[in-house]
């Protein structure tokens, strides 16, 4: 492969992983064209493409160039069309066909003397025999080592038993879901899996959604042709083909949108609005006409809504890509609030569209809506468990509602799939700082800084790393610099306030909680409200008990204020009323602490999923 089709896969392959379909699909059958011998495009294309059928016809093209290509068998064991043991003894007996003995020139003038004839049967019998003999020894050295974890190669589906079944789970290479108690748990992808398109590892019940515009027209050949060079990625033969249908019925809206889809992906706007304008002409309620002409007027002023997608939509509300469009130009704003109206209008009006809820999660995380942005991402994940973004938005959104043990599995499958993405990465070093494995914590925090240096919340995970360790001064520092690079957040205020404490420094430990205090007041979701107020109240009320003389008053208010809190968990109000029975004389004395470390030393217990 030639440097520039190198580029180009490496293109597709980032575009798939991306989740734009549309892009990486463009990019393959370009490939493709151009040389059909590359096993890797046709499994790629397998990922991208939308039907089963598609996918089968790729895997096995791939598969005929390279008989033992392991991402293809695994992909037609997950379409249920070889089992994992058929896929095996085709493997090995594609390879063994292709070890041919070489020929021995034999003289023709003598007949040569017969030998025993080589039994390739029991050769193929043998190569299997030694593929199950290492596989076993491997399972049962696995599985008799203490400790080892294993990871099943094929993350189970959505589960669909409900809420408290009890499940088993056995290391297997088979699809067995995993019912567990929340909508979906799955396994994170095994290292060794890295760089297998999810479709392989994981089982999606989405289906294909139509091709947006087209009406079939089986007299008009050139109207097929036209659509399908249009698939394939070939826009001006697309265009030449619709131009031809146009000349026979220049009433046919939809090649007049097929030809502005067309001319708009050659970009040639002034062509594509032409056309646009007379497929809307032609049929005032073709919602297709209208996405597409504000598709091509937004590429030509950015900065201006066109009305057109507002019109698209009365034409046709399940039109999900006009909402989704929408809502981007606002997130790129960042004005969440009008993404979060925007999308919540397309479910409203009966939009089931993966994607909307991922990118309304996105939306409600921005505006601290924690319980509802977790809501939303486990209806995307859970239905297109193929979309790296919703791995990413149920990460975030258990993280944000202390569900540490939770996010570990999805931020930990994203950031394999995206290993330079500070963002998933800092998440991952929150979840891991959240059950106490500070040294991963730390590790994440450091590599996530390493692609960028100004991302405010990996100092911020280091920051409480670094509170741990009773390294103080570094972890000011680090805080600092947290609310130097992005926004002022609670978490900042209060993990000052933590290292101000841990220096001895009262005075400042406690006007940072005093802040961390306010920001934590103006949170909406009231259950996350109030685990950050019990966080507060239980410092500052350390913080009093630690002064010279103790602020005994003080101490017993902010304990009192921490079990006034409807939402605070068990453990912080029986340790409160532990701190008020003594400081009362109502009960035996607690053996000291040395430092209050209430948010960032949580046990590595399973916790609870909270009710969206």
Request: aromatic residues 8%.
């Amino acid at each position: 492969m030639g440097l520039a089709s190198q580029s180009s896969l490496t293109e597709a392959i980032a575009a798939a992983r991306a989740g734009d379909r549309a892009r990486a699909r463009d990019l393959l059958s370009r490939l493709l064209r151009a040389d059909s011998a590359n096993p890797e495009c046709w499994v790629w294309m397998s990922a991208v493409v939308d039907s089963d059928r598609e996918k089968i016809y790729c895997l096995e093209s791939a598969l005929k160039l390279d008989p033992s290509n392991r991402a293809a068998l695994r992909g037609l064991v997950v379409l249920g069309v070889r089992t994992p043991e058929e896929a095996e003894i085709n493997a090995a007996a594609k390879v063994a066909r292709r070890r041919k003995p070489a020929k021995v020139a034999v003289r023709t003038a003598a007949r040569p003397r017969r030998g025993p004839s080589f039994n390739w049967r029991l050769m193929i019998a043998s190569i299997l025999g030694l593929f199950v003999l290492v596989t076993l020894g491997e399972l049962i050295l696995l599985i008799s080592r203490p400790g080892i974890r294993i990871l099943a190669p094929l993350l189970p589906a959505p589960s669909t038993t409900p809420i408290g079944a009890t499940a088993t789970v056995s290391p297997t290479v088979t699809l067995t879901p995993v019912p567990l108690e929340t909508r979906i748990l799955r396994t994170p992808v095994p290292t060794e899996l890295a760089g297998t398109p999810l479709a392989f590892l994981v089982q999606s019940t989405s289906t294909p959604t139509p091709f947006l515009g087209m009406t079939p027209h089986p007299s008009f050949e050139a109207y097929g042709a036209g659509v399908a060079a249009f698939e394939r990625g070939d826009y001006e033969q697309a265009a030449t083909y619709m131009r031809q249908v146009l000349e026979l019925d220049p009433k046919l809206a939809d090649a007049y949108y097929f030809l502005g889809e067309a001319t708009r992906r050659l970009g040639r706007p002034g062509e594509a609005v032409d056309a646009f304008d007379q497929a809307v002409l032609l049929d005032p309620n073709f919602a297709a006409g209208y996405l597409g002409r504000a598709r091509t007027l937004i590429s030509i002023r950015p900065e201006q809504m066109p009305d057109d997608y507002d019109r698209a939509i009365r034409a046709d509300p399940l039109l999900a890509a006009a909402y989704l469009e929408k809502g981007a130009y606002y997130a790129l704003r960042r004005q969440w609030e009008k993404v979060d109206e925007i999308l919540g209008q397309a479910i409203e009006a009966g939009i089931t569209d993966p994607e909307v809820f991922i990118r309304r999660a996105e939306a409600q995380l921005n505006r601290t809506q924690y319980g509802a942005a977790l809501g939303s991402a486990t209806e995307g994940s859970a239905n297109d468990p193929t979309n790296l973004d919703g791995y990413l938005m149920l990460g975030r959104a258990y993280v944000e509602n202390s569900l540490y043990n939770a996010a570990l599995w999805p931020l930990q499958t994203y950031t394999l799939y995206r290993p330079d993405d500070p963002v998933g990465i800092a998440y991952l070093a929150r979840a891991h700082l959240g059950v106490g494995q500070y040294d991963s914590a730390f590790g994440e925090a450091n590599r996530a800084l390493g692609f960028n240096d100004r991302y405010a919340m990996a100092y911020q995970a280091r920051g409480f790393v670094l509170v741990f360790r009773h390294e103080y001064e570094a972890a000011i520092d680090d805080f600092l610099a947290a609310r130097r690079f992005g926004r002022t957040t609670f978490e900042i205020h209060f993990g000052l306030a933590e290292a101000y404490f841990g220096l001895g420094n009262l005075v400042d430990s406690i006007r940072s909680s005093n802040t961390a205090l306010e920001t934590a007041i103006q949170e909406q979701d009231l259950q996350v409200r109030d685990r950050k107020k019990a966080e507060v109240y239980m410092l500052l009320a350390t913080i009093f008990e630690d002064t010279n003389p103790p602020r005994i008053s003080d101490a017993l208010n902010n304990w009192r204020l921490l079990l006034s809190l409807p939402f605070a968990s068990a453990e912080s109000k029986s340790l409160a009323q532990s701190h008020i029975d003594e400081l009362t004389g109502e009960g035996p004395t607690r053996t000291p602490t040395l430092s209050p470390t209430p948010s960032v030393s949580p046990q590595p217990t399973a916790t609870a999923t909270p009710t969206p």
